[in-house]
């Protein structure tokens, strides 16, 4: 057998905790001064300020050098900042995007170490055979190709980096001694380091432990069962360790390998839309999404028909999960873009966190409005051949010059998001998003019977957050009618000059109650009966039956209402 792995020794882990904290000072500081330094220069009605991009490109290069030469961590939080839209201008997160293939893999020697501490057997014990060379490394490990002995399957197994917990927890404990340093000597309400560590910190043990990762894909295997566009790979649990794990072979095409795809002429427009459609579900159903979804994670499995692909998803160690709150809110940003209704919108992302106190909404919703005005229908590539000029200038001052940010939990969506979006343009640029989403807008909308239960219970919330009186009407109508009817109360009408305040009579000993006119609740009352009876025959002419009744009973009431209070 094997030696084990080597740990560090404790020379070695000073120097490095010098190096990257050294790193993470000057990187995280020139940030905050430049986001600090502009958005003082907009304070003072400034817009012309911007961040010094050269400047920026010079620390984040330096970064992305010595990320590679450190590795695992540090290599993870570059590819964590290249997501970063609210910190870091878009050229200055080009430097970062590089980063996730320019990771060295670790020598073949390393790797039988690892399986043989593992299993307690030798590779050959284990597999027919085992290639030499890696088929992809990432920053916490790498994949080699094999074939078991047990069984004869052809596998992918996938290997941990040496002392991953040490190194990690090292790194770890460096980074938040920084932050403790920054945020003890500078002003960071600009940016939630805190909160950044600790979803980060939560990804990577997440990630580093196989175990879990196997749970994950499992549960993504449950997920899919019933959708034949998307496929889950097998995993052989009999083999998951923590640093080890063999899963089956994908024996596919990179969805970013064009020039296979065109040869094998596949569909790629419907690539694009499976996999769009896959992470709509996530997000919006199942609230647990795969958070890493680069061209090297996603797969179209060769013995698909062209026009029918089929989508393999790999690597289940970064995944996020979206709360039910979070996911309401998610939807009513997503509605609000495919409606085009920028009040929505920024109303959906203040309530996610993504507008700080003080923001001026006013002047958000109406950038977006000019954003989905400008965007509206086009396709990806449209999008991108379009000239930038105001609107980029616009989407700029939307990030620096308003208290606007990304919250630490949606981080990984956000990155989520932003590759899916470069890998759909890049598959297809006459892909329309706003096509593919409209049918799931009239889902979330509950414009089918399939959401007729969920539409009933976000109906009645959305009316019990606007106005609990409604709901206590029929209540308050009876007790009304049997004082009527018992002369409790005697109605009146008091009918004002015009520009006199109408006089309360308190502490009436004959139990007069003074009614005044006021013609604008009686609009009011009159309009929600009008809505409540045009969307009542609108459900119901859509066979939504429940929701229709609903909106009748509330006609009802506020007809009866009217009727009273005249």
């Known amino acids: 057998m094997r030696k084990s792995t080597p740990r560090i020794n404790r020379i070695s ?52 050098q010595t990320a590679l030469q450190l590795g695992v961590l540090m290599i993870k939080l570059g590819q964590f900042l290249s997501a970063r839209a609210d910190l870091l201008p878009e050229q200055a997160l080009a430097v970062l995007s590089s980063l996730q293939d320019e990771v060295p893999p670790e020598p073949f020697e390393h790797v039988a170490t690892v399986i043989e501490q593992e299993y307690n057997k030798t590779i050959d014990d284990l597999f027919m055979s085992f290639d030499r060379n890696y088929t992809a490394a990432a920053s916490l490990g790498q994949v080699h190709k094999a074939v078991l002995k047990k069984t004869g399957e052809t596998v992918a197994v996938k290997i941990q980096r040496p002392n991953i917990e040490q190194l990690v927890a090292s790194d770890l404990s460096t980074m938040r001694f920084v932050i403790w340093v920054i945020t003890r000597f500078f002003k960071t309400d600009l940016i939630d380091l805190w909160g950044i560590f600790r979803e980060f910190r939560r990804t990577v043990y997440e990630e580093i432990d196989f175990a879990t990762e196997a749970a994950n894909g499992h549960r993504f295997q449950e997920m899919f069962k019933d959708n034949p566009a998307i496929y889950i790979p097998y995993i052989y649990d009999d083999y998951v360790t923590k640093h080890v794990l063999v899963l089956e072979w994908i024996d596919g095409i990179k969805i970013n390998d064009y020039a296979t795809i065109d040869a094998l002429h596949i569909d790629r427009l419907e690539v694009a839309k499976r996999t769009v459609n ?10 647990f999404f795969h958070a890493d979804p680069h061209p090297g994670n996603i797969f179209i499995k060769k013995d698909s028909s062209p026009d029918q692909p089929v989508i393999a998803f790999l690597d289940f160690g970064m995944v996020g999960t979206i709360t039910k709150s979070m996911k309401r809110a998610l939807r009513d940003v997503f509605l609000g873009v495919v409606t085009r209704n920028a009040h929505n919108l920024t109303a959906a992302l203040a309530k996610l966190g993504f507008i700080g106190d003080g923001a001026n909404t006013t002047a958000i919703e109406k950038a977006l409005e000019l954003l989905l005005e400008q965007y509206y229908g086009s396709t990806l590539g449209q999008v991108r051949s379009l000239e930038m000029g105001e609107i980029a200038q616009d989407v700029e001052r939307l990030l620096y010059g308003q208290p606007f940010h990304i919250p630490s939990q949606f981080a990984f969506t956000g990155r989520a998001i932003g590759t899916l979006v470069g890998v759909s343009t890049g598959l297809a640029p006459n892909f329309n998003f706003f096509e593919v989403a409209m049918p799931y807008a009239q889902n979330l909308m509950g414009l089918n019977g399939d959401s007729t239960r969920e539409t009933i219970q976000e109906l009645t919330t959305r009316i019990i957050d606007n106005g609990r009186i409604l709901l206590d009407l029929p209540r308050s109508i009876e007790h009304l009618i049997n004082q009527i009817e018992s002369g409790q109360v005697e109605v009146k009408v008091d009918m004002p000059l015009i520009g006199r305040r109408p006089r309360r009579r308190n502490g009436n000993k004959n139990g007069t109650m003074v009614i005044p006119h006021n013609g604008h609740s009686s609009l009011t009352l009159i309009i929600m009966f009008l809505a409540s009876l045009g969307g009542g025959i609108y459900l119901i002419g859509a066979h939504i039956t429940n929701p229709g009744w609903f909106c009748f009973g509330i006609a009802a009431l506020t007809a009866l209402g009217t009727l009273l209070r005249r």
């Open 278 to 287: 896959a992470y709509f579900y996530q997000f919006f159903e199942a609230g």
């Open 13 to 64: 882990q000073l120097v490095r905790s010098f190096r990257v904290a050294r790193l993470l000072l000057w990187t995280i500081y020139v940030i905050y001064r430049e986001r600090r330094r502009v958005l003082r220069a907009r304070e003072r009605g400034n817009y012309d300020v911007k961040p010094n991009i050269e400047v920026l490109i010079e620390v984040l290069t330096a970064f992305r």
